[in-house]
C-alpha cells in the first residue's frame, strides 16, 4: 500500500504537476468534481492508498465509500474528510457525479492565525468519523463555501489564500459539530488524559504500508513501558473506560488491519502474519479465526 504524493495526484490525473506545488506557504487547491472527472486520465484507476495530503469532499451522487476496514453506502450527498493517516478510496455508482472536493497540505493550515494543528482536531482523529451523509439543506451550505474557494483561488485579491483558509476551517468545523458529541469533548480527567494516549500510541503504529513494516508495540507492556505507567494501570484505566483490556483493543486493531491488507493489497498470508508481529502464520491463522470466526484465507476471497 503505498503513499500518493502531491506530484502523483497531478500526474496521475491531469498529466502534469504544477510550478507552485512547493511553495513554502503549502498548497492548496480546490476542484469542481464534474470538471475534474471530464478531464481526468481515463487509463488510470484509483487505487485503495494513503494520501500525503488533506482532501475534503462534497459529494452528491451515489458512491461507495471505502475507508479503513469499512464501507460506506453513500445514497445522495455526502462531506468526506481525508487524512494522510488512514487509506481511503470510493466507487462511483452513479455515472453523473457533482460537487467539489480541495486538497491542501499541513503547511498550508499552518499559516494559519489560528495557529491550528490539524491532528489535534477532532474531525482528523483516530477512531473519529470521516463520512457524513447530510440534508438536502445541509448540502446547500457546504455547496455554498465550496462555490466562495472556487471564486476566491481565480481571484486576484492579495490576501486570497488567507481566506481561503478561513473556508478550509469552516468546513473541519461544519464537520465536527456533525460528529456525534462525545468525539468532540476535550479531555479533563488524568484516566481520559491515559486512555486518549494509549489510542494515540496503538494509532500511529498503522497503516501497514509494507510488507517489510512490522508492528513496533504488541504487547500490552510494550504499550505500557512507552506511556511510563504500570501495565496493571493501564488496563484499569482502560477497562473502566471502554470496558476492554488493553489486550483487547489491541487485539482488535491488529485485526481491523489484517482484514484492510487482506482485501486491499495482494500480500501473500505469510507477509501479512510477519508484518503484525506473529512468528508462525498458523499463530495468525488462529488469532484471526479467534477473533473473526473465520480463517484469513477465507476472508479474502
Known amino acids: 500500500m503505498e503513499i500518493i504524493s502531491l506530484e502523483e495526484f497531478y500526474q ?82 452513479d455515472e453523473k457525479q457533482l460537487g467539489y472536493f480541495c486538497i491542501f497540505t499541513t503547511e498550508f493550515l499552518i499559516q494559519s492565525k489560528s495557529g491550528v494543528v490539524l491532528d489535534d482536531l477532532p474531525i482528523f482523529q483516530p477512531g473519529g468519523y470521516p463520512v457524513f451523509q447530510v440534508t438536502d439543506e445541509e448540502a446547500l451550505s457546504i455547496e455554498h463555501i465550496f462555490k466562495k474557494m472556487y471564486s476566491e483561488l481565480n481571484s486576484d485579491y492579495t490576501y486570497k489564500y488567507d481566506l481561503l483558509r478561513n473556508y478550509v476551517l469552516e468546513l473541519i468545523h461544519y464537520g465536527q459539530k456533525l460528529q456525534p458529541a462525545p468525539l468532540t469533548h476535550p479531555v479533563h480527567t488524568a484516566s481520559a488524559r491515559v486512555l486518549s494516549l494509549f489510542v494515540e500510541l496503538l494509532e500511529r503504529q498503522f497503516p501497514i504500508s509494507s510488507p517489510h513494516h512490522k508492528l513496533n508495540l504488541r504487547t500490552a507492556k510494550d504499550y505500557a ?29 491488529i485485526v481491523q488491519e489484517a482484514k484492510i491488507m487482506l482485501k486491499q493489497t495482494d500480500w501473500n498470508i505469510s507477509e501479512i502474519s510477519n508484518c503484525l508481529g506473529f512468528e508462525q502464520v498458523a499463530h495468525f491463522s488462529n488469532f484471526f479465526k479467534k477473533q473473526t470466526s473465520t480463517s484469513p484465507l477465507n476472508f479474502r476471497m
Open 225 to 253: 513501558d512507552r506511556l511510563s505507567i504500570h501495565v496493571n494501570h493501564l488496563n484499569k484505566v482502560l477497562k473502566e473506560n471502554t470496558g476492554k483490556t488493553t489486550t483487547d483493543m489491541i487485539s482488535g486493531r
Open 12 to 93: 496521475n490525473t491531469a498529466g502534469f504537476v504544477p510550478s507552485d506545488i512547493n511553495k513554502e506557504i503549502g498548497h492548496f487547491n480546490v476542484f469542481k468534481s464534474d470538471e475534474f472527472n471530464a478531464r481526468m486520465r481515463k487509463t488510470d484507476t484509483m487505487l485503495y492508498n494513503r494520501r500525503a495530503y488533506y482532501k475534503i469532499s462534497f459529494i452528491s451522487g451515489r458512491n461507495k465509500a471505502e475507508y479503513a476496514d469499512k464501507e460506506i453506502n453513500i445514497e445522495k450527498n455526502a462531506l468526506l474528510f481525508a487524512t494522510p493517516k488512514i487509506p481511503y478510496n470510493w466507487t462511483p455508482l
